[in-house]
């Protein structure tokens, strides 16, 4: 099965400011998709951004952005001009293009503090 | 509906006890899937219908759960002489399409489970 690693549990930015959020996963195949989603308190999970591995322009949305590195198969994302609103847990998550393990596969997360 | 609706947003049982959590996708969505999210980590994987059919049942821990869609739309799973150890929150997630994509996945806000 694919891991996928958060080795962050906790990061704070201060308002306005720029922070990178990592995620590294580990997997044998050479087609895949990548996502990063939000929890916030409400425990409903949000999707912010999500990148396919055959593409190499890294996917921006709005202030978030991913920097994609295939080779070292890491998926970090950059939320510029932090907001209140962006505090929550993110969860990196890892998708099979195979029917077996079509499933999610999702980090241990990191939890955002953004501060006033 | 609009979103995926899991029912009850919050079940407290007594060990030993049998509960059904439910969960509504989005209508029209062939994928569904259930998630369980301990305290402090990510989902992680039950199970995955598509359609009517579970098509990876891989990551239900034990016999004592169980999931069903009967219609191909709403999703019961099911967990027998329940312990202590399955509190948590149970997650559910619906996709469009059953084959595996870049499409995102959309969750309910989860059914937090509590056996004391």
């Known amino acids: 099965a694919q891991t996928v690693t958060q080795s962050q549990p906790e990061m704070s930015v201060q308002e306005a400011e720029t922070v990178t959020l990592s995620c590294t996963y580990d997997?044998?195949?050479?087609?895949?998709?990548l996502f990063w989603y939000k929890q916030p308190p409400s425990r409903q999970m949000i999707l912010v951004i999500r990148?396919?591995?055959?593409?190499?322009q890294n996917a921006t949305e709005n202030r978030f952005s991913v920097n994609f590195q295939k080779a070292a198969k890491s998926f970090s994302l950059k939320i510029s001009d932090s907001q209140l609103g962006d505090a929550a847990m993110y969860f990196c998550?890892?998708?099979?293009?195979?029917?077996?393990?079509?499933?999610?596969?999702f980090g241990t997360g990191t939890s955002l503090t953004v501060i006033p | 509906g609009a979103g995926v609706s899991q029912t009850p947003s919050n079940k407290v049982t007594e060990k030993g006890k049998y509960v059904e959590l439910r969960c509504d996708p989005i209508?029209?969505?062939?994928?569904l899937y259930w998630y369980r999210q301990s305290l402090g980590q990510g989902p992680e994987f039950l199970i995955y219908?598509?359609?009517?059919?579970?098509?990876?049942d891989s990551g239900l821990p034990n016999d004592r759960f169980f999931a069903v869609r009967p219609e191909g739309s709403v999703s019961t799973l099911k967990i027998q002489r329940t312990e202590r150890g399955d509190s948590a929150v149970y997650l559910c997630?619906?996709?469009?399409?059953?084959?595996?994509?870049?499409?995102?996945?959309?969750f309910g806000q989860g059914t937090r489970l509590t056996v004391v």
């Open positions: 998550a890892y998708r099979s293009p195979m029917i077996t393990g079509n499933q999610f596969y």
């Open positions: 990148q396919e591995a055959y593409k190499q």
């Open positions: 209508s029209g969505h062939t994928a």
């Open positions: 219908f598509q359609g009517t059919g579970a098509a990876d």
């Open positions: 997630a619906s996709s469009l399409l059953s084959r595996p994509t870049g499409e995102e996945a959309f």
């Open positions: 997997t044998s195949e050479s087609d895949y998709y």
